[in-house]
């Protein structure tokens, strides 16, 4: 089912895609300053702003740095709501710490992990971390 492109442009995407043909590409140009990167989320040209990074401020901190009328802390992460990067309005962004943020993220409490899937994962990062040590001694 057709939906809204998630760089914010207005544009219809496919079903099958987040972004219209290309928009989803590092370094799209959305309007002066501003554009979408690899990752989805959009940019904003702000060279003196104190967080910026190479000139530009991630547009959902600004966005919550304008709400909450004061700079944010590095360890104050912004969570989408709704889950799609480059919705920044204010209601849809959520002020939290990188602990509550990850939480958010994680596995659901009272998921199960089967027995089969843990044991796979337990043998991977067994083979991991010897290809690690090898490579370093």
């Known amino acids: ?32 300053g501003r554009y979408v990167n690899n990752f989805g989320y959009v940019l904003l040209r702000m060279p003196a702003h104190p967080q910026a990074h190479k000139g530009y401020v991630l547009e959902h901190r600004w966005v919550m740095e304008q709400t909450l009328g004061r700079p944010l802390l590095p360890s104050e992460m912004v969570h989408h709501g709704n889950h799609v990067k480059a ?14 943020h990850g939480k958010q993220h994680g596995r659901p ?21 010897a290809e690690r040590k090898a490579t370093r001694g």
């Open 109 to 129: 409490k009272g998921r199960p992990v089967s027995e089969e899937h843990r044991a796979k994962l337990s043998a991977n990062m067994v083979r991991v971390w």
């Open 1 to 32: 089912m057709p939906h809204p492109c998630e760089c914010g442009c207005g544009e219809t995407a496919a079903a099958y895609s987040r972004f219209v043909e290309h928009h989803g590409n590092r370094g799209v140009k959305r309007g002066v």
């Open 87 to 100: 919705d920044n309005r204010p209601e849809n962004l959520v002020l939290l710490s990188q602990h509550n």
